[in-house]
T-cell receptor, first 115, second 113 residues
Framework: EPEVTQTPSHQVTQMGQEVILRCVPI?????FYWYRQILGQKVEFLVS????????KSEIFDDQFSVERPDGSNFTLKIRSTKLEDSAMYFC?????????????FGDGTRLSIL | DQQVKQNSPSLSVQEGRISILNCDYT??????FLWYKKYPAEGPTFLIS?????DKNEDGRFTVFLNKSAKHLSLHIVPSQPGDSAVYFC????????????FGTGTSLTVIP
């Protein structure tokens, strides 16, 4: 069964450094998402991406964050100047179509630890 | 922002019995609901969904019930198996939430052999 893959599985970064989290969505999916889950808290939406542009973003997704689809397969989340509170699990997801009753399929996540 | 709530952080059930996981929501515009299952060190795996035009959807051992008037949904697992032990998240989206899903905080299910 096709799956969403994320790399790396664990990223340790010094505070203030930039980090790029990578995702390969399911190949025939058109919509891509990033979510995060801070330890002990709920999964929170960050951003959705369609047709090479952001379609929605949450309040969490401020100027520190950016997303990109640099080629036909990868979808990346960049965090500039990381802060301690950015430590979380970051999940990438993709779906075939828009919200219209399409489940989102998640990768196994990248655990980001900011020191 | 607690639009989706799972008030039971954990649940233990004997193998073979029914597991009932509950979820409440506050946004009356939600019209699509999903259950995800999550094992440690893995991402959420889609389990079953229901749209607001239905009140029940069944897939094998899993059935989701939706009570729109009570803004409540539940997931029934019958019979429960030890491999069902995981964290279960409900998620919802609606016409006014675009492409994002709102997740509950999860219920950790333990099925005791």
């Amino acid at each position: 069964e096709p799956e969403v893959t994320q790399t790396p599985s664990h990223q340790v970064t010094q505070m203030g450094q930039e980090v790029i989290l990578r995702c390969v969505p399911i190949s025939n999916h058109l919509y891509f998402y990033w979510y995060r889950q801070i330890l002990g808290q709920k999964v929170e939406f960050l951003v959705s991406f369609y047709n090479n542009e952001i379609s929605e973003k949450s309040e969490i997704f401020d100027d520190q964050f950016s997303v990109e689809r640099p080629d036909g397969s990868n979808f990346t989340l960049k965090i500039r100047s990381t802060k301690l509170e950015d430590s979380a699990m970051y999940f990438c997801a993709s779906s075939e179509g828009a919200r219209g009753h399409q489940p989102q399929h998640f990768g196994d996540g990248t655990r980001l630890s900011i020191l | 922002d607690q639009q989706v709530k799972q008030n039971s952080p954990s649940l233990s059930v004997q193998e073979g019995r029914i597991s009932i996981l509950n979820c409440d929501y506050t946004n009356s515009m939600f019209d699509y609901f999903l259950w995800y299952k999550k094992y440690p060190a893995e991402g959420p795996t889609f389990l079953i969904s229901i749209s607001s035009i239905k009140d029940k959807n069944e897939d094998g051992r899993f059935t989701v019930f939706l009570n729109k008037s009570a803004k409540h949904l539940s997931l029934h697992i019958v019979p429960s198996q030890p491999g069902d032990s995981a964290v279960y998240f409900c998620a919802a989206s609606g016409v006014n939430t675009g492409n994002q899903f709102y997740f509950g905080t999860g219920t950790s299910l333990t099925v005791i052999p």
